[in-house]
Structure formats: structure tokens, C-alpha cells
């Protein structure tokens, strides 16, 4: 977007619409570099619980790769722009100016981030697709074609024998098979917008042509590149959470992911081996005896489990008298921040057990 500063106009990206997002959400109760590793999608225990905390699932992983070179340099840009505030010198904690708050809501009102963009749910199934279908696409087209000699628009070896192993398995008619693969294609585009699915379409690569990057697609559409981003991650996004309402109606997308063959998916797994420990009954010490790790360690991963499983009971780790009291300290404060609110309780209350609590009413609050 463009916008006057100074009586100069001034080309803002969608890259900073996000980051003043994410900025906005965290109101200098984190560095900016915890939005570096959110943005980037890194699957450490506090960057997942910021995740969930602020409400910023959505996000995660969204502009993965970024750099931090050009992510310093980012922040450093809106802060000459005066549309974010340090809170205190060299903090790199930072909220939005008047100036960044209205500028967000105006571009908000034009380009909203998209209502089925999930990086931390989706990203890593949409990614499995995208690498298959875009291979199968591609070979499919070269077979019916009767072309032999391509360059293979995917390098990984594990996506390529998913292809070969898949066409050995059902490409005994392979014009019946294309023709199924369009219209589940077709059909599951009908739920986005024209612009996603053209997006869409024009990334995938056929006998005749390579299909366009981002960059080539922003250019061609007169597009923010970011944007192009987000919405081609939103259309797969879109995709895969159709696949997990109503397989019967695509069995050859859904045989692309594995989305429903894994529940447990989004931990890290660390977080997966302490999770399945608990489930056996084993206390938080004697897993990390068990495992050889630090009780902090194992601590993270429950604040983890917290975020990721709603009815994961926590009771065991909080008695109820606790949890009233953090939570009313954290009615009363309004914060997020640890130390504030672990000042307002008693000693016997430890920041773990603020976790837990912050963890339960992250999506809520």
C-alpha cells in the first residue's frame, strides 16, 4: 500500500502488514524477535506458545524463509515511519504508534488476512500436497503428452517415489486418472477467491510450461508479493481443511497428505515422547529423570500439550486454589508478561503454574 509521509509516498509491503500484526498482538510483552521465529515458523516450545498465547497461529510459518538481515531492517523502517514505538531503549520490545494502529486498520479493511490461514495447523500437510500434486500434475501432463525428457518441477527424492509408487498403483489409465485429478482440483478451488485460484493454477507446471514463482506471479497480476504469498498458502490451507471435512469427495488429494494419519502432528517431538510418557501416568520429574533432561525441559512441553490439546487436563500440575488465584491476578493486570503478574501472587505459586493458566485462556483471552 502507499501511503504520505512527510510528502513523500511511501510503498508499505504486506510483509509489514504482518509484522505490524504480530507486533500489535504481542503489545510489548515480547522482543521482535519472537516474531522473527514465529513468522518463521521455528517449533521451539515458546515460540508455539506465543503462538497460541496472542492468537497468532494463523501466522506461524507464513513468511517462511525470512530473513533476518531484511527482518532487522523491516522493523527498523517502521520504526523512521513512526508507526511502532520502543518501550524502553534497546528493549526491542516495541507497540503501535496512533499512526501504525490506523494505517493496520485501513489495510486490514482492503486486504484482510485470509479467515482459513493456519501456518501452525496446516502448513506442514499443505507443503506434503503442494510437492506431490504439483509432481503429479507436471507428469501426468508430460505422460499424456507423450513426452519423456523434462526437467521434474520437485527434486526430493521422497515426493518422487510418493509419484512413482502412486502411478504404479492407480495410473493403469492415466487420461481416466488425470481427468478425476482436474475436477477434484476444480472443485476444491470453488470455495476460494478468483485471484487464489488463479494464483493457484498459474504456480503449477504442465508439458507446455514451468510454472510461475511468486515473484513472477506478483509481477505479472501487479500484486504485493507477500500478498500473492498469503493467499497461495491460504488456498492450500482451504484445501487441506476440505480434505479433512469430506474425504469420500477427494480420494486423490487426500492421499497426498497425511493429515489424517497423524493427531499428534503438531508437537515437536520432544514434546510427542514427554506426551505419550504422561499419558502412562509417569510425573513430570520422573520423565525428565527417564529422559535425561532438565524438569524445565519437560515443563515447556506441557505448556505445549496445554496450548495444542484443549481437554488436557492440568489439574494435576495447578491445584484449583492456584488457578483462581493466577487468574484472578491476570483479570487484574491484563497482562500476559510473567513477572507482573507472578509479583501480585504468593511465593508458593511458581511461574510454571502461570504458564499452565496463561496456556488454557490463551484462546480466549
Given at each position: 500500500?502507499?501511503?504520505?509521509?512527510?510528502?513523500?509516498?511511501?510503498y508499505?509491503s504486506?510483509?509489514?502488514?504482518?509484522?505490524?500484526?504480530?507486533?500489535?498482538?504481542?503489545?510489548?510483552?515480547?522482543?521482535?524477535?519472537?516474531?522473527?521465529?514465529?513468522?518463521?515458523?521455528?517449533?521451539?516450545?515458546?515460540?508455539?506458545?506465543?503462538?497460541?498465547?496472542?492468537?497468532?497461529?494463523?501466522?506461524?510459518?507464513?513468511?517462511?524463509?525470512?530473513?533476518?538481515?531484511?527482518?532487522?531492517?523491516?522493523?527498523?523502517?517502521?520504526?523512521?515511519?513512526?508507526?511502532?514505538?520502543?518501550?524502553?531503549?534497546?528493549?526491542?520490545?516495541?507497540?503501535?504508534?496512533?499512526?501504525?494502529?490506523?494505517?493496520?486498520?485501513?489495510?486490514?479493511?482492503?486486504?484482510?488476512?485470509p479467515?482459513?490461514?493456519?501456518?501452525?495447523?496446516?502448513?506442514?500437510?499443505?507443503?506434503?500436497?503442494?510437492?506431490?500434486?504439483?509432481?503429479?500434475?507436471?507428469?501426468?501432463?508430460?505422460?499424456?503428452?507423450?513426452?519423456?525428457?523434462?526437467?521434474?518441477?520437485?527434486?526430493?527424492?521422497?515426493?518422487?517415489?510418493?509419484?512413482?509408487?502412486?502411478?504404479?498403483?492407480?495410473?493403469?489409465?492415466?487420461?481416466?486418472?488425470?481427468?478425476?485429478?482436474?475436477?477434484?482440483?476444480?472443485?476444491?478451488?470453488?470455495?476460494?477467491?478468483?485471484?487464489?485460484?488463479?494464483?493457484?493454477v498459474?504456480?503449477?507446471?504442465?508439458?507446455?510450461?514451468?510454472?510461475?514463482?511468486?515473484?513472477?506471479?506478483?509481477?505479472?497480476?501487479?500484486?504485493?508479493?507477500?500478498?500473492?504469498?498469503?493467499?497461495?498458502?491460504?488456498?492450500?490451507?482451504?484445501?487441506?481443511k476440505?480434505?479433512?471435512?469430506?474425504?469420500?469427495?477427494?480420494?486423490?488429494?487426500?492421499s497426498?497428505?497425511?493429515?489424517?494419519h497423524?493427531?499428534?502432528?503438531?508437537?515437536?517431538?520432544?514434546?510427542?515422547?514427554?506426551?505419550?510418557?504422561?499419558?502412562?501416568?509417569?510425573?513430570i520429574?520422573?520423565?525428565?529423570?527417564?529422559?535425561?533432561?532438565?524438569?524445565?525441559?519437560?515443563e515447556?512441553?506441557?505448556?505445549?500439550?496445554?496450548?495444542?490439546?484443549?481437554?488436557?487436563?492440568?489439574?494435576?500440575?495447578?491445584?484449583?486454589?492456584?488457578?483462581?488465584?493466577?487468574l484472578?491476578?491476570?483479570?487484574?493486570?491484563?497482562?500476559?508478561?510473567?513477572?507482573?503478574?507472578?509479583?501480585?501472587?504468593?511465593?508458593?505459586?511458581?511461574?510454571?503454574?502461570?504458564?499452565?493458566?496463561?496456556?488454557?485462556?490463551?484462546?480466549?483471552?
Open positions: 500500500m502507499y501511503f504520505d509521509y512527510g510528502g513523500n509516498t511511501v508499505l504486506y510483509r509489514s502488514i504482518l509484522i505490524l500484526t504480530c507486533i500489535d498482538k504481542f503489545n510489548g510483552e515480547r522482543t521482535v524477535y519472537g516474531i522473527y521465529h514465529l513468522l518463521n515458523g521455528k517449533k521451539s516450545s515458546q515460540t508455539i506458545g506465543d503462538a497460541n498465547l496472542f492468537s497468532l497461529t494463523s501466522l506461524f510459518g507464513t513468511l517462511k524463509p525470512l530473513d533476518r538481515e531484511l527482518f532487522d531492517k523491516e522493523i527498523k523502517w517502521l520504526h523512521q515511519l513512526s508507526m511502532i514505538k520502543e518501550i524502553t531503549p534497546t528493549s526491542n520490545k516495541f507497540v503501535l504508534t496512533e499512526s501504525g494502529s490506523s494505517i493496520l486498520n485501513s489495510e486490514y479493511k482492503k486486504k484482510p488476512i479467515d482459513h490461514l493456519n501456518g501452525w495447523k496446516y502448513n506442514d500437510h499443505s507443503l506434503i500436497l503442494w510437492r506431490r500434486l504439483s509432481l503429479l500434475t507436471q507428469v501426468l501432463s508430460n505422460l499424456i503428452n507423450g513426452k519423456k525428457r523434462y526437467t521434474p518441477i520437485q527434486q526430493e527424492d521422497t515426493v518422487f517415489e510418493w509419484v512413482k509408487k502412486f502411478l504404479m498403483k492407480n495410473g493403469h489409465n492415466r487420461y481416466e486418472l488425470s481427468e478425476c485429478l482436474y475436477k477434484e482440483v476444480l472443485h476444491s478451488l470453488e470455495r476460494v477467491s478468483e485471484i487464489e485460484a488463479t494464483i493457484f498459474m504456480r503449477l507446471t504442465s508439458s507446455t510450461r514451468i510454472g510461475y514463482t511468486i515473484e513472477q506471479i506478483s509481477s505479472i497480476l501487479n500484486e504485493d508479493e507477500t500478498w500473492c504469498q498469503i493467499l497461495f498458502l491460504h488456498t492450500l490451507h482451504s484445501i487441506v476440505q480434505l479433512e471435512m469430506n474425504e469420500q469427495k477427494f480420494p486423490i488429494l487426500v497426498m497428505t497425511e493429515t489424517n497423524d493427531n499428534n502432528v503438531l508437537f515437536t517431538a520432544s514434546t510427542k515422547t514427554t506426551y505419550q510418557m504422561l499419558l502412562q501416568g509417569k510425573t520429574d520422573e520423565i525428565a529423570h527417564f529422559r535425561n533432561l532438565k524438569r524445565n525441559t519437560i515447556d512441553h506441557v505448556v505445549e500439550i496445554t496450548h495444542q490439546i484443549p481437554d488436557f487436563s492440568i489439574d494435576q500440575f495447578v491445584s484449583s486454589e492456584h488457578q483462581q488465584l493466577i484472578s491476578a491476570y483479570q487484574m493486570l491484563q497482562t500476559k508478561q510473567l513477572k507482573p503478574i507472578k509479583e501480585k501472587l504468593s511465593n508458593d505459586i511458581s511461574y510454571f503454574e502461570i504458564r499452565l493458566i496463561l496456556a488454557r485462556i490463551g484462546d480466549i483471552t
